[in-house]
């Protein structure tokens, strides 16, 4: 009896051991997988936290892009209008200036002489004539439409003698007439329209233009 108790003390001394060792293994297992599933969640938010820093930066670079390409586009806008006012000024300076436009007071009806006003005004603009050297003095005649009603005078040849009374003066101011073309149009361009007294006013006029200088050939 007292053997049969020592032997069934040692069995539950060695059950009692065994069973402690396996409770002690298990913490160890799970805080091993504990350790791993925090190692993983570590990286994982480092490599978000990377993705993150890379996205920022790729937005600071697009950023930068677009804000020269803004630069660029800018220059190049400035550069055209640049260009375009340099073609402008070019154009401009090889079209006719108009010096004044002599209206229907200028003139009584079907006649040529040139009222006090004109004549003043002529004056004015004789300098800029003489100061541009080799430049042409272009004087157009226009009338309306209505007839002269005077035998062998219709409105082109009248407007071609208003035309050719301001080249005189010209000529007597000292502008040489070998500079100066007087053209009679008659009613063939009309600024307004007929139909009425205040139309027709302002198509009996005499415009006077100052053609630049042409360049010579093989020179800019």
């Given at each position: 009896m007292r053997f049969l108790i020592i032997g069934l003390s040692i069995l539950f001394f060695s059950l009692s051991t065994i069973i402690t060792f396996k409770a002690?293994?298990?913490?160890?297992?799970?805080?091993?997988?504990?350790?791993?599933?925090?190692?993983?969640?570590?990286?994982?938010?480092?490599?978000?936290?990377?993705?993150?820093?890379?996205?920022e930066a790729n937005k600071a670079?697009?950023?930068?892009?677009?804000?020269?390409?803004?630069?660029?586009?800018?220059?190049?806008?400035?550069?055209?209008?640049?260009?375009?006012?340099?073609?402008?000024?070019?154009?401009?300076?090889?079209?006719?200036?108009?010096?004044?436009?002599?209206?229907?007071?200028?003139?009584?009806?079907g006649k040529i002489a040139l009222n006090d006003v004109a004549l003043s005004t002529i004056e004015n603009f004789v300098g800029e004539i003489s100061a541009s050297q080799g430049s042409r003095v272009i004087i157009e005649g226009h009338t309306d439409n209505i007839p002269t009603g005077k035998q062998n005078v219709d409105n082109m040849d009248l407007s071609l003698r208003r035309a050719k009374a301001i080249a005189n003066i010209l000529v007597s101011h000292g502008v040489s007439p070998d500079r100066i073309s007087a053209i009679g149009y008659g009613d063939a361009h009309p600024i307004d329209s007929n139909d009425t007294e205040e139309g027709r006013a302002k198509?009996?006029?005499?415009?006077?233009?100052?053609?630049?200088?042409?360049?010579?050939e093989g020179k800019s």
């Open positions: 002690l293994e298990i913490p160890d297992h799970d805080t091993s997988h504990q350790d791993n599933r925090k190692d993983e969640t570590s990286e994982l938010n480092n490599v978000i936290k990377r993705l993150t820093e890379d996205q670079i697009v950023a930068n892009l677009q804000a020269t390409v803004s630069q660029l586009e800018d220059k190049l806008k400035t550069k055209q209008e640049v260009i375009e006012s340099i073609k402008t000024a070019d154009t401009d300076n090889n079209k006719p200036k108009t010096l004044a436009v002599f209206g229907g007071g200028t003139f009584s009806p198509n009996r006029r005499v415009e006077v233009k100052l053609m630049p200088k042409e360049p010579i």
